[in-house]
Every structure is written in structure tokens, then in C-alpha cells.
């Protein structure tokens, strides 16, 4: 199960990242801090390892 949600988490990621560079050339200051803020929520969340064995289900 967590191969999915990584697999998931992937597009996603892929999705936003690729959003970032025309919200930064639009001049758009909200969306780029909410793009930027989702991806490092992504970041942080596979940088914790998950400590009860089950996985994590954080995205």
C-alpha cells in the first residue's frame, strides 16, 4: 500500500514542481508560497522515518 501513495506522491510532486516556474514569471507571490510550501511538506514528510513499522501516511 504505501507504493501507492508513493507512487502518487511522485505526480503530484512532478505536477507542482512543473507549476512553479510560471507562477514565479506571472509574479504570482501566493501561489508560488503555496507551491513552494507544499513541496517542502513533501520533502520533510519522506525525510522522517516512519517509527511504528506501518509506513507513514503523511503526503
Request: a positive charge; charged letters at 20%; aromatic letters at 4%.
Amino acid at each position: 500500500m504505501a507504493g501507492i501513495f508513493r507512487a502518487v506522491s511522485i505526480d503530484v510532486r512532478e505536477r507542482l514542481r512543473t507549476a512553479l516556474p510560471g507562477a514565479l514569471k506571472q509574479r504570482e507571490k501566493s501561489l508560488v508560497a503555496l507551491l513552494r510550501a507544499t513541496l517542502a511538506a513533501f520533502n520533510n514528510a519522506e525525510a522522517v522515518a516512519p517509527t511504528d513499522g506501518q509506513g507513514s501516511l503523511a503526503l
